[in-house]
């Protein structure tokens, strides 16, 4: 269900779960709506803030209908696959079903913390495509095109689904966003939170 649902509602998402080819892409140079750099935190997740650009503002008011987008942080999050999730087997679904459990403790405990200061925040489930907090919507955010708009990061195809090239791990990668409305430095206190809480709890982080 959990690969399933990705094929059924979005190209992009599809990516998630069904893999990647193995591929670099070239030096990318600093986007010029990027408020913090990309910076690595728990489990090796890569993560930048970026002030959502002009042209993935219509996307935005189409995942968050009556939202002004105008101070909207858009926190695309990178992580690193053990293998090439393109291939089906109970490795790979492990693998599929780990990055998703990771990302979904790290962004609920990120939200969690800027809602309770009182700030707008929201992120969105990888299987699906949907936002998880605010549900008055059924678009579904296209990881790939968002990382090409926000990171410059580079795309190759693989049947009928665009994948996306990270800039070291080549296709090897499992994206998921976050937004949030609260100012930059606060959203990096949450993050600072949140690793903390999951140290705590894993070692391994």
């Given at each position: 269900?959990?690969?399933?649902?990705?094929?059924?509602?979005?190209?992009?998402?599809?990516?998630?779960?069904?893999?990647?080819?193995?591929?670099s892409?070239?030096?990318?140079?600093?986007?010029?709506t990027?408020?913090?750099?990309?910076?690595?935190?728990?489990?090796?997740?890569?993560?930048?803030?970026?002030?959502?650009?002009?042209?993935?503002?219509a996307?935005?008011?189409?995942?968050?209908?009556?939202?002004?987008?105008?101070?909207?942080?858009?926190?695309?999050?990178?992580?690193?696959?053990?293998?090439?999730?393109?291939?089906?087997?109970?490795?790979?679904?492990?693998?599929?079903?780990?990055?998703?459990?990771?990302?979904?403790?790290?962004?609920?405990?990120?939200?969690?913390?800027?809602?309770?200061?009182g700030?707008?925040?929201?992120?969105?489930?990888?299987?699906?495509?949907l936002?998880?907090?605010?549900?008055?919507?059924?678009?579904?955010?296209?990881?790939?095109?968002?990382?090409?708009?926000?990171?410059?990061?580079?795309?190759?195809?693989?049947?009928?689904?665009?994948?996306?090239?990270?800039?070291?791990?080549?296709?090897?990668?499992?994206?998921?966003?976050?937004?949030?409305?609260?100012?930059?430095?606060?959203?990096?206190?949450?993050?600072?939170?949140?690793?903390?809480?999951?140290?705590?709890?894993?070692?391994?982080?």
């Amino acid at each position: 269900i959990h690969g399933l649902i990705g094929v059924v509602t979005s190209r992009e998402n599809m990516i998630l779960h069904f893999g990647t080819l193995v591929r670099s892409s070239r030096a990318l140079s600093k986007p010029r709506t990027m408020l913090v750099p990309v910076t690595t935190s728990v489990w090796g997740m890569e993560y930048s803030v970026h002030a959502c650009p002009k042209k993935h503002k219509a996307e935005a008011q189409a995942m968050f209908p009556g939202l002004d987008v105008s101070d909207l942080l858009v926190v695309p999050t990178c992580q690193r696959t053990k293998m090439d999730i393109v291939k089906t087997g109970e490795e790979v679904d492990e693998e599929k079903d780990l990055c998703l459990e990771r990302f979904l403790d790290f962004a609920k405990k990120v939200c969690d913390a800027l809602i309770a200061n009182g700030h707008w925040a929201d992120y969105i489930d990888p299987c699906s495509g949907l936002s998880m907090v605010h549900r008055d919507s059924q678009s579904i955010y296209g990881e790939v095109d968002a990382l090409v708009t926000l990171l410059n990061y580079q795309t190759t195809n693989s049947g009928c689904c665009k994948v996306v090239l990270h800039p070291q791990w080549g296709s090897a990668v499992y994206p998921a966003s976050l937004f949030t409305k609260a100012p930059a430095a606060e959203f990096q206190a949450a993050v600072a939170a949140a690793e903390t809480a999951i140290r705590a709890a894993d070692e391994k982080a």
